[in-house]
T-cell receptor, first 113, second 112 residues
Framework: DTGVSQDPRHKITKRGQNVTFRCDPI?????LYWYRQTLGQGPEFLTY????????KSRLLSDRFSAERPKGSFSTLEIQRTEQGDSAMYLC???????????FGPGTRLTVT | EDKVVQSPLSLVVHEGDTVTLNCSYE??????LLWYKQEKKAPTFLFML????IEKKSGRLSSILDKKELFSILNITATQTGDSAVYLC????????????FGTGTRLKVLA
């Protein structure tokens, strides 16, 4: 299966710790998105990469969040000094073209205690 | 502010029923509307719509877009218990942003 993969699938951390998630998109997709989803809500946009360039970042994203896609392939999302409000499912998606269908990974469920 | 509103929020039907899910949107410079199915995991892509009045169909699922009235519907005929999921609608625009705006979803439960 050459779909989008994410690692880890689950992460439990204590408040104040840093966490890093990885996303491997579909190899021929140059567009990569990170979303956050909480219970009963649709995915909320966090950031967008086209190849290695981070072209958009949500205004809602605090300075504790940073993302990279160093070689235009996999991407990482880091959350520093985690807070309980960061508990959510973090989804990664890739797309072959602007406005086109997105293919989602299985997500990383973060629990901050 | 761009927004996507789905209705109903939840729906319970019996196997064999036909359901219609609604998605309305208010965005600047519409590009496309997408439907996803989300079970207990990540959303899976169903349809992408860009043109008004052209129905997309896949098995028992179909969808159509009305760009004049700014809405789309997703129909599921002869529902099965495996159709139980959250159905998400998302819209993309060409107004200087790359993001997709998602609705909160419609939770469908199909009873045997």
């Amino acid at each position: 299966d050459t779909g989008v993969s994410q690692d880890p699938r689950h992460k439990i951390t204590k408040r104040g710790q840093n966490v890093t998630f990885r996303c491997d998109p579909i190899s021929e997709h140059n567009r990569l998105y990170w979303y956050r989803q909480t219970l009963g809500q649709g995915p909320e946009f966090l950031t967008y990469f086209q190849n290695e360039a981070q072209l958009e970042k949500s205004r809602l994203l605090s300075d504790r969040f940073s993302a990279e896609r160093p070689k235009g392939s996999f991407s990482t999302l880091e959350i520093q000094r985690t807070e309980q409000g960061d508990s959510a499912m973090y989804l990664c998606a890739s797309s072959p073209r602007a406005g086109g269908e997105q293919y989602f990974g299985p997500g990383t469920r973060l629990t901050v205690t | 502010e761009d927004k996507v509103v789905q209705s109903p929020l939840s729906l319970v039907v019996h196997e064999g029923d036909t359901v219609t899910l609604n998605c309305s949107y208010e965005v600047t410079n519409f590009r496309s509307l997408l439907w996803y199915k989300q079970e207990k995991k990540a959303p899976t892509f169903l349809f992408m719509l860009t043109s008004s009045g052209i129905e997309k169909k896949s098995g028992r699922l179909s969808s159509i877009l009305d760009k004049k009235e700014l809405f789309s519907i997703l129909n599921i005929t002869a529902t099965q218990t495996g159709d139980s999921a959250v159905y998400l609608c998302a819209v993309s625009t060409t107004s200087g942003t790359y993001k997709y705006i998602f609705g909160t979803g419609t939770r469908l439960k199909v009873l045997a």
